[in-house]
């Protein structure tokens, strides 16, 4: 029997045992337990996403280069409180492949088997603007990989995420919220390992560094609107959030910092990033652009075999609308440019997508289609390879 499968029942006995020794079970955005003598609770979440899609060969011959049918996410979640309602713990565990980062873009021999554990946070909130976590979670990167992959409005996040995140680590994590008049700002650091969520015994002397300033003029966004896609809230009156951080990752030892393959030896990255969303009766406008770059990897040329760090910068924007009857129509524009060190390697891309998704409950329940045209282009001979991308996805959860 598989680790997931033997980790999947410990989990259903264990809420079996509660069922039995809950002081009440309530239903809701989740399933909730509360001890009769109220020391400890715990909300059950789950949900998958079940994708099927296909690429074009070109746009000359759109027959099937390849298909794509496959539980792209299944998620369990829980969350709760233990002793004192300031001690909070967030744990979060996946259990299809895809969702693992067990395949080959990420092979690396520090990461050598299934990462069933996505986030082991627990939090400690000592005052009302204060919360201070420890564990393993995301990092305060980009506005698209903060936003719940359950709260997207199109089947996945863009490719300048996919080249430039800075994904989950395992680390000391604060967040501190203040007001100035009717303003929000929020605060938020970490100090983590660099290495992503493989739970290293031992690694080099390098940590990553990350901090990120939010700004809200207008104040907070209806239910943490501005932690999720499209404005499904309709927002009565005009909200805004800007953002910016900026993440030192001191000797990385993998291509992403805390994802992909190994490097052929520890370098630092460096990567900055400013984001910004705005919603307002139904429209959202949001954009993101990431810049990064690495002190000391040599030039990459065409003839290198050797992993590298992906420099440059990229751009993401979305606008969309979203109807009274929770119809939404959406437009994504992502490119991402190397810098002239990767260019013999790296191309340049550019996507351009046009996404309808039908919300029967908000983002717990929807159905999405999306088509995007890829163009990647050749940074030494200029030539472009254009392909469409259609994928269809039903998501459900809790």
């Known amino acids: 029997m598989n680790k997931g499968a033997i980790l999947l029942g410990l989990v259903f006995l264990i809420f079996q045992t509660l069922l039995s020794q809950s002081g009440g079970l309530k239903h809701g955005n989740s399933i909730s337990f509360v001890t009769k003598d109220s020391t400890f609770s715990v909300n059950f979440r789950f949900r998958m996403q079940n994708r099927a ?10 027959s099937t280069s390849e298909w794509e049918f496959r539980v792209r996410r299944l998620r ?25 980062d067990f395949n080959a873009a990420d092979n690396s021999k520090i990461n050598v088997s299934p990462n069933i554990v996505r986030d082991a946070m627990i939090f400690y909130k000592p005052f009302k603007p204060i919360i201070i976590g420890f564990g393993q979670g995301k990092l305060p990167g980009n506005r698209q990989r903060v936003n719940s992959s ?65 700004f809200l003029p207008l104040g907070k966004f209806t239910n943490r609107g501005d932690y999720f896609e499209g404005d499904l809230e309709r927002e009565p009156k005009p909200k805004l959030s800007l953002a910016a951080g900026y993440c030192w990752n001191r000797f990385a030892v993998r291509t992403g910092g805390q994802l992909g393959k ?18 307002y009766r139904g429209l959202a406008l949001s954009s993101e652009y990431l810049r990064r770059t690495s002190r000391n990897q040599p030039e990459i040329k065409a003839s290198d075999d050797v992993n590298y760090i992906f420099i440059g910068h990229g ?22 440019t190397p810098f002239s060190n990767i260019a013999q390697k790296a191309n340049q891309e550019k996507n351009y997508t046009l996404g ?39 998501e459900l959860g809790i």
């Open 262 to 279: 190994d490097l052929p030896r520890p370098y630092d990255m460096l990567t900055f990033i400013a984001d910004a969303v705005l919603k």
């Open 150 to 214: 359950a709260e997207l409005q199109f089947t996945d996040r863009s490719i300048v995420n996919a080249a430039m995140t800075l994904d989950r680590d395992f680390g000391l994590f604060a967040i501190y919220e203040g007001k100035i008049g009717k303003a929000i700002y929020l605060a938020k650091g970490a100090i983590s390992s660099g290495k992503g969520r493989m739970n290293v015994v031992s690694n080099n002397a390098g940590l990553c560094y990350t901090g990120r300033i939010e």
């Open 53 to 62: 899609a296909m690429l074009t060969r070109s746009l000359e011959d759109l």
């Open 315 to 336: 751009l993401n924007t979305q606008l969309s609308y979203c109807f009274k009857n929770r119809w939404e129509l959406a437009g994504r524009y992502s490119v991402l």
């Open 76 to 100: 369990l979640r829980l969350e709760g409180f233990i002793y004192n309602p300031k001690l909070t713990y967030y744990i979060q565990l996946s259990f299809s492949r895809s969702d693992m």
């Open 356 to 394: 309808i998704t039908k919300y029967l409950n908000a983002h717990r329940l929807k159905i999405q289609y999306n088509i995007t045209l890829i163009q990647k282009q050749n940074m030494m001979t200029n030539a472009i390879s254009p392909q469409l991308y259609n994928a269809f996805q039903v």
